[in-house]
T-cell receptor, first 108, second 115 residues
Framework: AQRVTQPEKLLSVFKGAPVELKCNYS??????LFWYVQYSRQRLQLLLR??SRESIKGFTADLNKGETSFHLKKPFAQEEDSAMYYC??????????FGTGTRLLVSP | DVKVTQSSRYLVKRTGEKVFLECVQD?????MFWYRQDPGLGLRLIYF???????EKGDIPEGYSVSREKKERFSLILESASTNQTSMYLC??????????????FGPGTRLLVL
């Protein structure tokens, strides 16, 4: 079955602390994975995709096929990083399967 | 800049009513999608369309239908609204691509309350 698991509903950290949002996937083929983010009162938008291997707003994510993971990391969290984060897997014809999301709360 | 717009931000309907949610994109994207977003469940795909007049069922199509008469417009129809269809509905669009996943661009969402 094609599935994305985000085990944490809420992750609460202090400003300046490292952040890791976990994402595990189940997929029989070669996976294509994304992280989408939704800031308060804004629309859902792409944060990064594993194919581009770029860092966006200080976030990075590495695909680990052995552990079937695509965790999102940032070394020093900022208050403006507080948002809802969704991991997503491409399945079939351009379709995305989303995880249940993790709310990141960064406190001052 | 890609713009995806949805006809309403908030809707209140009664059980049994027929409900239309409209989505328009202005970037000539081939693919369009309808999701519902529920706390603790994430986003779930209802229907998608990869061309005019084409539609494919997503993961939760029951109780919904769609229409795509023009490339830029994708409508979600609740034939007979029920309380369990109270949710946030998100529309998205993306380019067609050759074998790789393309970025999906989302609308602002329509929050539907069915009484």
């Amino acid at each position: 079955a094609q599935r994305v698991t985000q085990p944490e509903k809420l992750l609460s950290v202090f400003k300046g602390a490292p952040v890791e949002l976990k994402c595990n996937y189940s997929y029989s083929g070669s996976p294509e994975l994304f992280w989408y983010v939704q800031y308060s009162r804004q629309r859902l938008q792409l944060l990064l995709r594993h194919i581009s291997r770029e860092s966006i707003k200080g976030f990075t994510a590495d695909l680990n096929k052995g552990e079937t993971s695509f965790h999102l990391k940032k070394p020093f969290a900022q208050e403006e990083d507080s948002a809802m984060y969704y991991c997503a897997l491409v399945t079939g014809f351009q379709k995305l399967v989303f995880g249940t999301g993790t709310r990141l709360l960064v406190s001052p | 800049d890609v713009k995806v717009t949805q006809s309403s931000r908030y809707l209140v309907k009664r059980t049994g009513e027929k409900v239309f949610l409209e989505c328009v994109q202005d970037m000539d994207h081939e693919n369009m999608f309808w999701y519902r977003q529920d706390p603790g469940l994430g986003l779930r795909l209802i229907y998608f369309s990869y061309d005019v007049k084409m539609k494919e069922k997503g993961d939760i199509p029951e109780g919904y239908s769609v229409s795509r008469e023009k490339k830029e417009r994708f409508s979600l129809i609740l034939e007979s609204a029920s309380t369990n269809q109270t949710s946030m509905y998100l529309c998205a669009s993306s380019l067609a691509a050759g074998g790789i996943g393309e970025t999906q661009y989302f609308g602002p969402g329509t929050r539907l309350l069915v009484l």
